[in-house]
């Protein structure tokens, strides 16, 4: 950027300081008529803004009103989200000064007009031209020299860019002037103005200099002639699914919410550790991962085009709350001809998520049409914006229903899933129960091989693929071979007839599926463990369902296990063993929803018995052979609402009491468990698990057991002696 003069200046001012410090320090006294006239500035008086402020001032300028609070010296490089190009370190934002309704003026120290006599400076932001303004006044004159509106600023393409201007004051060589920036807006979009810069020009070089600056900038910024060619013959649109990593192919028309830094990675996260699950590379993410302001609104189009094949049209969207929209527009008349919404948005299960939707055209073949993105939401927040990815125009209903097979069997495909919430299983749902304008056929794996538990050794995982099942166009099928074998990320030892599993831990098994031209896969957990005669993670102490599949669509796997203790103010014990449990408060299902979890089979040793710790109306527990037989039922007796919240006057409600079973009769079989959340009448229909120990070498003595636990609100020591179970039966 330009920077004559300013150097000599700074000097000057910070001298002149320096002996206001001495004089203070030394007792001398210095009359005002001293120190002038005043300093003999060569340019404008901190026209760059980097010398030191503070006290809501800053060296050089003296403000009014609540506008130009120093606060809005930046050294960051945008504003609002946006890049604004400053110069040196520090810059002006009226944005970060306050309110953006707040008015005011700053005005400049006297400064000699010298050199060329023409100032350049930079401006952003001042939307209205009429209320904010630069001027130049001559000293003692009230009567502006020139006035300099932002007239660069449209409010879509050149926004908070702090754009190079320059005013021709040659007339006025050699008058003492000052500059003078008004803002009486009191709105709230772009009301108030950006500056940097302020520089006499000392020679015509400088002049030219900041000329072809201002050029360049304005040919960056308005790329609607650079980067938007479109031929309303061509049958499908420039860039749909934003894989250039810009806006390329699509034209700003209205607003601020669209600018090109919404285009981001597909792979980044939001909310820390969610995917949107878009296609490709990139996607058009409304608020830009939170960086753009969602009360923003605007609109942006593709390129036009004339709609062929059979009028069908593709695309992904998601957010979009409230007036947030797609709509396919008529190419001549700019009417909006079928509009789609987010039906589908959802929150916390999909939000931000991008969905596919289809949409039906074909009344406009062969007519000029173009895509619109609205965001039409001024909502501060409540995910008032839209992302868009994959748009796919002129579709034949042959690759209407390719592109249906092709986007769940790449849902189905996926394994990542976040931490926060079980993603994959709201989508699954969503591509499940999707109305599909054509009849497809995809190949998918939905009811996988579940998780399987193995003795430390050498293990043929290729025995490992019973239980389940692809589908295609109605049939099952199973015929699965196993691709590779990982453990803790890297490649198992052996062939897949013996892969060696003697350290104990989780193995991940992938496999695969093959028919009719199109391919599935998926993976399952083998456990590896030195005693199959305890239960994989019973207890819930891996802080999560390891070991458990989940058998409920909607159940969130990802909160269900917690470490509270006890619950509501009365502190209410949960009678949990160690640091987790299974919480029926926590599943992400309505109290009246039923609910199963299925564990790992194990291998029945030792005495035969086990037992379980089981609270809530509706908890039950069901044990079954490995073939599927159930052998046993057992449901919660405990319940019972009375003398609230005191369990040592009878009441028991989430408070977990541990169950004995005597199963010994399958003694050496291969079982599995089941615990479930049945449908009951009235309130508490909630269960809750935890501690299921499927092994003990002797009987426990059931009659001698207990566990402690410290009484609702009085918080005294009280037992819940243990229980024999009662085993309702195979099919109770």
């Not at 527990?621 to 040592?648: E, H, K, M, W």
């Not at 049945?678 to 935890?690: H, I, K, L, Q, R």
């Amino acid at each position: 950027m330009l920077n004559s003069g300013r150097m000599g200046m700074r000097i000057l001012l910070s001298w002149t300081f320096a002996l206001l410090v001495i004089a203070g320090c030394c007792g001398l006294s210095i009359k005002a008529d001293a120190l002038t006239p005043a300093p003999a500035y060569t340019d404008v008086p901190n026209g760059d803004f980097e010398l030191p402020h503070d006290s809501g001032q800053w060296v050089g300028w003296t403000r009014s009103e609540g506008a130009f609070h120093a606060r809005g010296l930046k050294s960051s490089d945008t504003v609002d989200g946006v890049q604004v190009e400053k110069s040196g370190n520090v810059f002006f934002s009226g944005f970060d000064a306050g309110q953006p309704s707040m008015r005011g003026t700053l005005a400049s120290d006297v400064f000699p007009l010298t050199g060329t006599g023409v100032i350049s400076f930079m401006m952003g932001a001042g939307l209205n031209k009429n209320l904010v303004y630069v001027e130049f006044f001559q000293e003692g004159n009230d009567k502006p020299l020139a006035r300099v509106s932002n007239t660069d600023c449209d409010g879509v393409l050149i926004t908070e860019q702090l754009i190079t201007r320059t005013v021709d004051l040659s007339k006025h060589i050699g008058k003492q002037i000052y500059i003078k920036v008004t803002d009486l807006d009191g709105g709230s979009e772009l009301s108030y103005v950006n500056l940097d810069n302020f520089h006499v020009c000392k020679t015509q070089a400088e002049v030219e200099a900041a000329r072809v600056e201002r050029t360049e900038q304005l040919r960056a910024y308005k790329k609607d002639g650079q980067n938007f060619a479109e031929n309303p013959a061509s049958t499908t649109i420039v860039n749909g699914g934003f894989e250039t990593g810009d806006l390329t192919g699509w034209k700003l028309l209205e607003g601020r919410a669209f600018r090109e830094s919404c285009v981001v990675p597909t792979s980044q996260y939001y909310w820390e550790d969610r995917l949107v699950y878009g296609e490709g590379n990139y996607y058009f993410d409304g608020s830009n991962n939170g960086a753009v302001r969602e009360s923003l609104t605007g609109a942006m189009r593709s390129t036009r085009f004339t709609l062929a094949g059979d009028g069908w049209i593709s695309f992904m969207m998601g957010c979009g709350n409230g007036n947030c929209y797609v709509a396919l527009c008529d190419g001549n008349s700019n009417e909006e001809l079928i509009v789609q919404r987010n039906k589908a948005f959802s929150d916390p299960a999909l939000p931000l998520t991008l969905l596919r939707v289809y949409m039906d055209a074909s009344e406009y073949l062969g007519r000029i049409v173009y895509l619109k993105v609205v965001n039409n939401n001024p909502a501060a927040t409540g995910f008032a914006f839209l992302n868009v990815d994959d748009f796919r125009v002129s579709l034949t209903r042959e690759e209407v229903a390719a592109l249906e097979a092709e986007q769940i069997e790449s849902i189905y495909a996926q394994t990542y899933s976040s931490a926060a919430y079980d993603d994959l299983a709201a989508l699954r749902d969503y591509y499940d129960s999707y109305p599909y304008p054509v009849p497809m056929k995809p190949l998918l794996i939905r009811d996988g091989v579940r998780d399987k538990t193995v003795e430390c050794g050498k293990v043929d995982v290729t025995a490992l693929l019973d239980g389940g099942c692809a589908s295609y166009d109605g049939q099952s099928l199973t015929d699965f071979r196993v691709t590779g074998v990982t453990f803790e990320g890297k490649p198992a030892k052996g062939e897949l007839t013996a892969v060696d599993m003697s350290v104990p831990g989780q193995y991940q098994v992938c496999y695969e599926i093959d028919h009719a031209g199109r391919h599935a896969a998926s993976s399952f957990s083998v456990f590896a463990v030195t005693d199959r005669g305890q239960l994989l993670n019973g207890g819930f102490e891996t802080g999560d369902l390891t070991g458990w599949t989940v058998l409920t669509k909607g159940f969130n796997r990802n909160t269900a296990v917690i470490s509270a203790t006890s619950y509501w103010g009365d502190a209410l014990p949960y009678n949990q063993a160690g640091d987790y449990h299974l919480n029926g408060w926590n599943t992400g299902l309505a109290e009246a929803d039923t609910w199963a979890v299925q564990s790992s089979t194990f291998r029945l040793s030792g005495s035969g018995f086990i037992s379980w710790r089981m609270g809530g109306k509706s908890a039950a527990i069901r044990v079954y052979r490995a073939n599927g037989t159930q052998i046993a039922c057992v449901r919660q007796t405990r319940f019972n609402d009375v003398n609230f919240p005191y369990l040592s006057k009878g009441g028991s409600w989430a408070d977990m009491g541990t169950y004995v079973l005597d199963l010994s009769a399958y003694l050496g079989e291969e079982l599995y468990i089941v615990l479930q959340d049945e449908a009951v009448d009235g309130g508490w229909a909630n269960a809750f698990f935890d501690e299921i120990i499927t092994r003990y070498d002797t009987p426990p003595d059931t009659a001698r057991m207990a566990d402690k636990v410290n009484d609702g609100r009085t918080r005294a020591s009280i037992t819940i002696p243990w229980r024999e179970a009662v085993n309702l039966g195979p099919r109770a």
